[in-house]
């Protein structure tokens, strides 16, 4: 079992102040014990009605693991249509999308059995161009995921590369695979005409938490990756009360930060296999919770790239933002710096690249403190695919209590389809 711990006492003004850091306690931005009692209530109602879902089923992306099993054996009949494929393009674009990208970057096998490249979230001709000379359409399969099915960027490139098939492959649906609503929309009816193989993703979960639906499942297993690993990850997070309360503290101090005028919040992994994490994290907040005139805004950083850029701004910018660091303890592989002979290099001798990066982030989170300002730090023992399915049920757990305490609607995205439908009417829909 993978194990995931959260240190949040940096985000707190007591641990921000005082002889350590010589700073007094009022040039503190950390959460102070006013804010705490004044959202103790708020806080303490968010546990008990989060609680109260989860136990009654309320969540799609926790009830729908249960059905896991099922739908493992449903992508696999489905995968074992594609052994003509070399590449597999997935067509998707925001939670259709991120997820599986998260999924290659952390997880994915040195050997993977295809090459799985993404292609849905821009519709810039160049990208087109490009794929075009780079695959072999003989030894390609295109996975259209749209849950509405209607999707401009994606269904755009549906027709596309429908084309292209249809005019050099009498068996152009076989290069097909559509994952979409169960029941309707345009991909559902197109599978049904020309017999392209399907997977359904529930009615009960929403795009950005959709990753371990078969929307990241499949392309999950055209990686390589252990898909049963991933979702066991997952299911014992959301089984455990003492994980799921890790959410919920997160979620509190979010608030409480929030409450104090703290409406930024930074994702830095210590980890180049989760940059693709925090992007995929930025979309579940700032889709979840960005609406009524409210919200939290996610950055997506990361360590140590970002402390030579964002870094300067963290540190004596406007005191806007929270950090929530992540370390990973255990590398797949480490390697150790050598002897040398410059003087001035000698400190480095002996360690390993990865005592350097923790270091690096332990000295990070220190050196906010000194000035006051909060971080937070989620560390996991390693990452394989158990700890990144449980991962992402910290995020989506701790999002959906967010948004209580925040009163909004986690699950719904106003502010794009106005956007949308306002391009449908300049395409001349
Ligand atoms: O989280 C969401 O619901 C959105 O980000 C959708 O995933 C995104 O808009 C793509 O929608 P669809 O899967 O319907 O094409």
């Known amino acids: 079992m993978s194990k995931i711990s959260l240190d949040t006492s940096k985000l707190f003004a007591a641990e921000l102040a005082g002889e350590i850091h010589g700073r007094p ?18 806080v303490d109602r968010m546990r008990e009605t989060i609680e109260q879902k989860v136990q009654a089923g309320e969540y799609g992306f926790i009830t729908e693991l249960d059905a896991a099993d099922e739908v493992v054996s449903q992508v696999q009949a ?19 999308d991120l997820g599986a990208r998260t999924i290659q970057q952390a997880v994915q096998p040195d050997q ?54 249809c005019g050099q492959f009498e068996n152009w649906a076989a290069h097909f695979v559509f994952v979409t609503d169960a029941q309707k929309g345009i991909l559902r009816k197109e599978a049904e005409r020309f017999g392209v193989a399907t997977l359904a993703i529930p009615d009960s979960v929403g795009g ?54 703290i409406f930024l919040t930074v994702l830095m992994p210590y980890a180049t296999r989760l940059e ?25 950083s990361r360590g140590p790239a970002d402390q030579h850029s964002q870094g300067q701004f963290y540190m004596q910018g406007r005191p806007s933002q929270s950090v929530l660091f992540i370390r990973v303890e255990e590398p797949i592989e480490d390697f150790v710096l050598p002897q040398t002979d410059i003087p001035e290099l000698s400190y480095l001798s002996g360690h390993t690249f990865q005592e350097i990066c923790l270091a690096e982030q332990s000295a990070t989170a220190q050196a906010l403190a000194e000035v006051g300002r909060p971080s937070a730090t989620l560390t996991l023992d390693r990452l394989d695919e158990q700890t990144l399915g449980a991962l992402f049920l910290f995020f989506e757990l701790a999002v959906v209590a967010t ?23 300049l395409l001349g829909k």
Do not use: C
Not at 79 to 88: G, N, P, Q, V
Not at 404 to 418: C, I, K, S, T
């Open 276 to 300: 693709e994490f925090a992007r995929w994290f930025r979309q579940l907040w700032a889709e979840s919770l960005g609406k009524d005139g409210t919200g939290i805004l996610p950055i997506q």
């Open 208 to 261: 950005r938490f959709s990753v371990l639906t078969s929307v990241g499942l499949l392309p999950a297993m055209a990686m390589g990756v252990d898909v049963a690993a991933l979702l066991s990850g997952a299911r014992e997070f959301a089984a455990d009360p003492a994980t799921r309360a890790l959410s919920y503290d997160f979620a509190a101090s979010q608030f409480q930060l929030a409450s104090q005028g």
């Open 25 to 42: 306690a009022h040039e503190s931005y950390g959460i102070t014990p006013e804010t705490e009692a004044q959202t103790a209530a708020a």
């Open 78 to 96: 489905v995968y074992d249509r594609l052994s003509f494929a070399k590449t597999m393009v997935v067509v998707g674009i925001g939670g259709s």
């Open 112 to 165: 993977p059995p295809m090459e799985v490249l993404f292609h849905g979230d821009s519709t810039d001709p160049e990208q087109i161009r490009r794929l075009h000379q780079r695959i072999d359409l003989a030894k390609t399969v295109f996975v259209i995921i749209s849950k509405s099915g209607e999707t401009v960027e994606t269904i755009s490139q549906y027709l596309y590369w429908k084309e292209v098939y």
């Open 403 to 425: 948004a209580e305490l925040l009163e909004v609607n986690a699950f719904d995205q106003p502010g794009v389809e106005h956007g949308k439908q306002i391009m449908y009417r």
